[in-house]
């Protein structure tokens, strides 16, 4: 019957919430703070890590999408670098100017 009665009480302090208290883990609570602060700040940081990740990500793909759009634009303006091509455009547009037929002359 003696067998029985640390297990019993065991048992009680288990369904009372006493366990801590039986075992004398109140003198460890300030360590156990510290531990739970700790492993907050830990998944915190991840957290943090992971969202930062993730926005490095979605700018790598916009930065891929813009190079590309850069590329573009610049094969538009070497394209229209080109005299018969600004002369098309002029002629579309209606506009007067037009392309000299002869040299400009030396103004004194």
């Known amino acids: 019957m003696e ?3 640390p297990r019993m009480r065991l048992l009680k302090a288990i369904v009372n919430g006493d366990i801590l208290l039986l075992l004398r883990a109140d003198r460890l609570f300030p360590y156990i703070i ?3 602060i700790l492993g907050w700040l830990s998944i915190w940081m991840s957290y943090k890590a992971e969202q930062t990740m993730t926005q490095v990500e979605r700018n790598r793909r916009e930065l891929e ?3 590309i759009h850069h590329a573009q634009k610049t094969c538009e303006y070497v ?3 080109r005299i018969s091509t600004i002369e098309q455009l002029l002629i579309e547009n209606k506009s007067e100017v037009r ?3 002869k040299p400009a002359s030396l103004i004194k």
Request: with cysteine; hydrophobic share 35%; net charge neutral.
């Open 3 to 5: 067998d029985k009665k």
């Open 99 to 101: 392309v000299p037929e």
């Open 79 to 81: 394209g229209m670098d």
């Open 34 to 36: 510290w531990f739970c």
């Open 65 to 67: 999408t813009l190079k």
